[in-house]
């Protein structure tokens, strides 16, 4: 069994004041440190702090979870593979990019609704060999899915481009009845075939594919597999690795009541700090938990992602999240979660 870290070092140490306290301050420690290495005094970094970027795909998604922040009514966007390409040729050409880990295919929306995803995937492919060619890192690549329009052809394709190296579903609930409830308008059923058809395929067509999962569980169960039903957590069992979680506040977006996830800190945020998310039109936001484009800091059809990196309004984010001032962001003044 896996819990995700952060929810095991919640559980274990948010009864005890003291402690917990001392764990923001280490958190808030490692934010000024960060924030000294890669931008203090006067001086940046060669190496940039980025470790993820995500790539939104499509806004749009065919489903409607209960606790989903998406804006549903905004207007349908899909990525270009113009876009796309800048934003890889960068990752492995640009050594500010030099530490970012995974790139993942994932923001708000579902990346499978995008009409021509095989040519997108291609084309990470070809960046991929390309950067490989030259002696160079290139990030490991994940898809977050909802599973709902992986059909068995569809995964065939994928994964004869052999260019992922994670496939991670949204499994939540912890029951069929449950997952369907929380997942409105998935269809337990045809997930399962989906997911059962896909690590099928895995093993004849790329054994080194790392399949995993994220399940919100929901109070009052456990965090952990005894109390789910037997077909879901047959599944679970399946998957290479798996994630439990609590619900998430979306920064701030939805409210949660869980007094556990309210915190005192306000001092800086990891997400900022380490990630940047390109929306389909380009517009390049702070974290992925803004679902809705209230952080966009630059678009990368008018600028590099270097330049975006380094922009001033970027580094409007960072600096009211060292000063404490977190409440003056419009996208992080109600965000409880990081
Ligand atoms: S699948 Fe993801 S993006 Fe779609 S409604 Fe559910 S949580 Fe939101
Ligand atoms: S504080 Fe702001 S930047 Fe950090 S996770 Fe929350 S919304 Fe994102």
Not at 64 to 83: E, N
Not at 158 to 182: H, R, Y
Not at 323 to 332: A, M, N, Q, S, V
Request: some cysteine; hydrophobic content about 35%.
């Amino acid at each position: 069994m896996y819990i995700s870290w952060k929810e095991r070092v919640k559980n274990r140490f948010s009864k005890y004041p003291k402690v917990w306290s001392a764990l923001q301050w280490l958190k808030t420690v490692m934010y000024v440190f960060n924030y000294l290495r890669y931008y203090g005094f006067g001086i940046r970094s060669k190496s940039g702090s980025i470790r993820e970027i995500n790539v939104e795909f499509c806004s749009a998604c065919n489903l409607r979870c209960k606790f989903c922040a998406l804006d549903h009514l905004k207007p349908k966007q899909h990525i270009s593979p113009k876009v796309l390409e800048k934003v890889l040729m960068e990752l492995y050409t640009n050594p500010l990019f030099k530490n970012v880990e995974v790139l993942n295919l994932y923001n708000g929306g579902e990346t499978l609704l995008h009409p021509n995803r095989l040519e997108l995937f291609e084309l990470i492919a070809h960046h991929k060999q390309s950067a490989l060619k030259q002696g160079k890192r290139f990030p490991k690549v994940l898809l977050l899915t909802n599973g709902m329009l992986l059909r068995e052809s569809l995964a065939k394709s994928i994964l004869e481009l052999n260019v992922l190296d994670v496939i991670q579903f949204s499994l939540d609930g912890g029951t069929k009845e449950k997952f369907e409830e929380l997942r409105v308008n998935a269809k337990w059923k045809k997930f399962y075939s989906n997911v059962s058809d896909l690590i099928q395929l895995k093993n004849e067509l790329q054994p080194n594919l790392q399949i995993k999962s994220i399940t919100i569980v929901e109070e009052p169960n456990d965090l952990s597999v005894d109390w789910m039903d037997e077909e879901f957590r047959g599944l679970i069992d399946r998957m290479d690795s798996f994630e439990l979680r609590r619900l998430h506040d979306w920064g701030g977006e939805i409210e949660l009541n869980d007094n556990k996830q309210k915190n005192k800190y306000k001092l800086g945020c990891n997400m900022a700090m380490h990630q940047l998310v390109v929306l389909p039109n380009g517009d390049v936001t702070v974290c992925c938990n803004d679902l809705n484009s209230k952080g966009v800091i630059g678009n990368v059809q008018e600028q590099s992602m270097g330049e975006i990196y380094s922009s001033k309004e970027r580094r409007h984010y960072l600096d009211k999240l060292l000063f404490g001032k977190r409440d003056e962001i419009e996208l992080c003044k109600g965000c409880q979660s990081f």
